[in-house]
């Protein structure tokens, strides 16, 4: 592991942002380099990494009839400069791709179309380079919000450690829906064990994250923010509840939306992302039941944090708040997972994903 990874950022690019950025990391001070155009790109608001190959792959939301739709774009990492340079784009078959994923074996990569309420795979070659859609899945259903689920919303794809399953966190259905990957035909097929985990009606599941140990997986939900955590079988895929938690204060009355959640490379503690409460909730994961308990608050250090990430290094955390560019990093207690802010912030244009490599 390197001491200044490089930090690539996604954006939004309709407040005048050019694409992606970079900056580099030094992961012994948590200060964050100068921020730099890598590519230009129409609204990479979800980023990936080839498990193996300086590739990048970028989540271009467009809607459908725009500039061509949604899109997966790969790009080429200069390991140097941070530099990226376009190698190749293929349509997502569906309308504002939000989230991603690539296989540990290089196979495959997969997306999630939100507004469409679909899922895409695409075969990758040898080079890094995406090959047309092998499968396109068409989620169906809808919950009670009658603004928000009136039908599916695929809102992301997380692969479980094993490298077996694809678990897609589809906020519309109330549903984490389970897919066993079957890398050689480029297919997702029905879990036989389990097609899918539901949530309590209304809760909106949006992002998705396993721990180290392979033995807990936790769900963050978007409407009415709360977290989900299961036991997961390895065996056969299945998610058994083990938990729900609200990640708001008791006394918190105003709106909030739930967006990002990552486990603590330790595996010890939780952490998830308020947009509204504009904090990250802070939690300890029970090692042996999986359950939570709630550590406090901290603030972002801005307005609408859509992502964070944990550095390599398991010290710092850093947060992309879309509403006021800016990425601020808090640093990590490694013993009681509580969080500090540092007073390091540098400016992006609505930042909303961010990535590290090397």
Same mark, same amino acid.
């Not at 500039?67 to 309308?95: E, Y």
């Not at 709360?226 to 708001?248: H, M, P, Q, W, Y």
């Given at each position: ?85 376009? #190698? ?5 078959? !569906? ?45 169906? !259903? ?5 603004? #928000? ?36 035909? &480029? ?79 330790? !595996? %010890? ?5 308020? %947009? &509204? ?18 550590? !406090? ?62």
């Amino acid at each position: 592991m390197s001491n200044s990874p490089l930090l690539y950022i996604g954006t939004y690019t309709r407040r005048g942002g050019k694409g992606i950025y970079v900056a580099r990391f030094d992961t012994e001070t948590g200060h964050i380099g100068e921020v730099t155009l890598a590519a230009e790109a129409s609204n990479p608001s979800f980023l990936a990494l080839h498990p193996s190959q300086p590739i990048l792959y970028a989540a271009n939301e467009m809607e459908a009839g725009a500039q061509g739709g949604g899109q997966v774009s790969a790009f080429a990492i200069d390991t140097n400069s941070g530099a990226l340079t376009f #190698r190749n784009q293929q349509p997502t078959q !569906g309308s504002a791709p939000c989230h991603l994923a690539a296989d540990a074996t290089a196979s495959l990569v997969i997306s999630t179309n939100y507004s469409s309420g679909s899922v895409a795979v695409m075969p990758i070659d040898s080079t890094g380079q995406l090959k047309p859609s092998s499968q396109v899945i068409q989620h169906e !259903g809808s919950s009670v919000n009658v603004r #928000r689920q009136q039908g599916p919303h695929a809102h992301s794809v997380t692969i479980d450690p094993t490298n077996t399953y694809a678990y897609v966190c589809d906020l519309g259905m109330d549903k984490v829906m389970i897919y066993r990957m079957d890398r050689e035909n &480029g297919k997702l097929l029905p879990n036989e064990a389990q097609n899918w985990a539901r949530v309590p009606a209304g809760s909106g599941p949006r992002h998705f994250a396993f721990t180290p140990d392979q033995r807990f997986a936790y769900a963050i939900n978007e409407l009415d923010s709360t977290i989900n955590g299961f036991a997961f079988s390895a065996e056969d895929g299945s998610l058994k509840d083990v938990c729900r938690i609200s990640t708001l204060p008791d006394d918190f009355d105003g709106s909030s939306h739930c967006a990002d959640i990552h486990v603590h490379p330790s !595996g %010890r503690f939780l952490y998830g992302s308020n %947009r &509204g409460h504009d904090s990250i909730a802070i939690y300890a994961i029970n090692e042996k039941s999986g359950e939570l308990t709630s550590l !406090g608050f901290e603030s972002t250090q801005g307005k609408t944090p859509r992502n964070f990430g944990i550095d390599p290094s398991g010290r710092w955390l850093l947060a992309a708040n879309q509403d006021t560019d800016n990425i601020a990093v808090l640093a990590i207690d490694q013993k009681t997972g509580g969080l500090t802010a540092t007073g390091h912030s540098v400016t992006a244009s609505m930042p909303v994903c961010l990535t590290f490599f090397g």
